[in-house]
């Protein structure tokens, strides 16, 4: 009987381990998640605000967009602002700045509030425990419905221009609507662009025309060809232009020459025909004065009839006695000249 | 003066001493089950009966619990117009809680009263004295086998239910907004991880252990003939019952430290 009581002592003792044992599991895996982050050092910080809008202790406090602390107090101020306390884990502390601002904004569009730290200049010294952060220019939900109601008059303007000009368009006003609405304004720009497609395929033409050219260019024994890659060619060449060149300059000089012999003649000319047209000149009296003609003419053949007589007297002279031997001499000396 | 035979009183020792045949319970399941000779045929038929004879109960249950819990999230998210994200948050919801839980529950009724009332009944019928008597291990073929397969079948039974629940959520989700199976699917397993999958397969396992466990050990420990019986059933599924929601807060708060 003894040894049975005993024998259920212990068993109610062990019982009692088994329950304290599950009860130590069960209070270490519900408080282990929160105690992981009970070892992490950290550091206060606090910020004043005027609305908070719905921050309540153990929200989460946000830097660049990374969880960094949380709220760990909410108390009013005499001067009815609210005051919140927040903690910031000691490994992101030298990452925020003094100069950094603090702001309450959302996790999300209908998240939880959250405290967001922001900015900060690189060469201001980071932040330390009790910090009082400055407060951002809060964005409230007024002031985002205002701006929202600015873009919606905004949108409301801009439909109200875009159903004016679809109006116009129909009626077939400006340029579009007559496009649209006039069937010559239609034909004549399907005229041109046919026109455009036409040029456009004889320019697709030269192009390949200049392809082939270039392509024959480019091969080798084509006469350009060897203009170009053949280098013995290019003196001989050089030479040619240059011949050409003083060519050129000599049948300039001659060209100028010519021109000032053009010119002379052509002063000459003037002149003639100034004498000419002159009656008072000795040749435009030989000209137009009949009188003159007619003694000139009568001179001439007085001279003719005088020349005539001449050659006789001069034949007679060369049978003379006394000219004969003169006459001889010279038909002597001119035989003697031929030989 | 306290009697010097109890360390506290009666009843609470007396639960204590429970708490200690609980645990000595367990540790023999586990010697046994892995000691030679396991009774492969019996845990085969173990499992063909508990999932047999759940499986029309958790069909039901399934596909009305997805379609009404659509229906029920519906005016939720109609309020910020995200009923697209519907499928994607009721999915969540089935895979890590609602398919396991909902299947353990309805096996904590179905498959723990009978193991509980069976082996009640074997024990006030003296039949597990008999097998010990001609050396048939009893706790080897009655409870090992049961348990494990409890063990094995209630995941199973569970990827089945969620898959119901599934074709419940789709019906609702296809009625309300014309979505077809395809954007359904996208949608639905969008944000499914492999832990939500790897949450759903350690709480299945969980709740079948328990559920095995306790109707083996209510029954085997059961007394005073057909009443004993009938309380063994009741008390298996009772205890099973609230072992699992004590579990699943337990693992929910594991499985949490690896999201």
Not at chain 2, 22 to 35: L, N, P, R, Y
Not at chain 2, 166 to 178: H, I, T
Not at chain 2, 213 to 225: F, H, P
Request: one cysteine or more.
């Amino acid at each position: 009987m003894a040894n049975q009581e005993s024998s259920q002592r212990i068993s109610a003792k062990v019982g009692l381990f088994v329950v304290i044992g599950i009860a130590i599991l069960a209070a270490s895996i519900l408080t282990l998640g929160t105690m992981r982050k009970s070892f992490i050092t950290r550091i206060d910080a606090n910020a004043t605000f005027v609305n908070v809008n719905g921050l309540t202790k153990g929200n989460n406090v946000w830097f660049s967009g990374v969880k960094v602390g949380t709220v760990r107090e909410i108390t009013f101020t005499p001067d009815s602002k609210v005051r919140v306390v927040f903690s910031i884990e000691e490994e992101s502390q030298k990452f925020i700045k003094k100069d950094a601002l603090v702001r309450v904004s959302s996790d999300g569009l209908i998240g939880n509030p959250i405290i967001l730290i922001s900015g900060g200049s690189p060469n201001v010294p980071m932040i330390e425990n009790g910090h009082e952060f400055r407060i951002e220019k809060e964005e409230s939900t007024q002031e985002m419905m205002k701006t929202l109601q600015a873009n919606n008059k905004n949108i409301l303007s801009i439909t109200e221009d875009l159903k004016s000009l679809t109006a116009d368009i129909r009626a077939g006003q400006g340029s579009i609507g007559k496009l649209m609405k006039d069937n010559v304004m239609y034909e004549n720009l399907t005229k041109s662009l046919a026109t455009v497609e036409a040029a456009t395929k004889d320019l697709k033409q030269g192009a390949s025309g200049l392809a082939t050219l270039a392509n024959k260019l480019n091969t080798e024994g084509n006469f350009v060809n060897s203009l170009a890659t053949d280098k013995e060619i290019y003196p001989t060449i050089k030479n040619t232009i240059s011949t050409l060149q003083t060519t050129s300059d000599n049948l300039k000089q001659t060209s100028l020459a010519a021109k000032q012999m053009v010119d002379n003649l052509e002063q000459t000319s003037k002149t003639i025909n100034k004498m000419t047209t002159n009656t008072g000149s000795p040749v435009g009296v030989l000209l137009h004065d009949e009188k003159t003609a007619n003694n000139i003419k009568q001179t001439i053949s007085n001279l003719e009839s005088s020349s005539s007589k001449l050659d006789q007297n001069m034949d007679a002279l060369k049978h003379n006695i006394f000219f004969r031997r003169y006459f001889k001499k010279k038909t002597k000396e001119q035989q003697a000249k031929k030989e | 003066m306290r009697s010097r035979q109890h360390l506290f009183s009666p009843k609470i020792d007396n639960w204590l001493i429970g708490f200690k045949d609980g645990a000595d319970f367990v540790v023999m399941f586990f010697k046994e089950t892995f000691s030679r000779d396991f009774e492969f045929k019996e845990f085969v038929n173990q499992c063909y009966r508990i999932g047999n004879s759940s499986l029309l109960l958790i069909s039901l249950t399934g596909f009305v619990t997805g379609f009404v819990f659509t229906k029920q999230s519906r005016p939720s998210l109609e309020t910020f117009g995200a009923t697209s994200w519907l499928p994607s948050l009721v999915t969540i919801a089935i895979i890590r809680a609602l398919a396991p839980l909902v299947t353990s529950l309805i096996c904590a009724g179905k498959v723990g009263s009978s193991i509980g009332a069976e082996l009640g009944s074997m024990k006030v019928t003296e039949q597990i004295d008999a097998m010990e008597v001609s050396a048939v291990n009893p706790v080897r073929f009655l409870v090992v086998t049961r348990v494990l397969a409890s063990t094995v079948t209630i995941p199973l039974l569970s990827f089945y239910c969620a898959l119901m629940a599934m074709a419940g959520v789709f019906l609702n989700v296809s009625n309300s907004e014309d979505t077809s199976f395809s954007a359904f699917l996208e949608q639905a397993f969008n944000n499914i991880i492999f832990l939500d999958l790897w949450t759903a397969i350690i709480k299945a396992v969980s709740y079948g252990f328990t559920i095995g466990i306790v109707g083996c050990y209510k029954g085997y420990n059961a007394s005073n003939g057909t009443l004993g019986v009938g309380k063994a059933a009741n008390a298996s599924v009772v205890m099973s019952m609230f072992l699992i929601f004590i579990e699943e807060v337990f693992i929910v708060q594991v499985t949490n430290w690896f999201r």
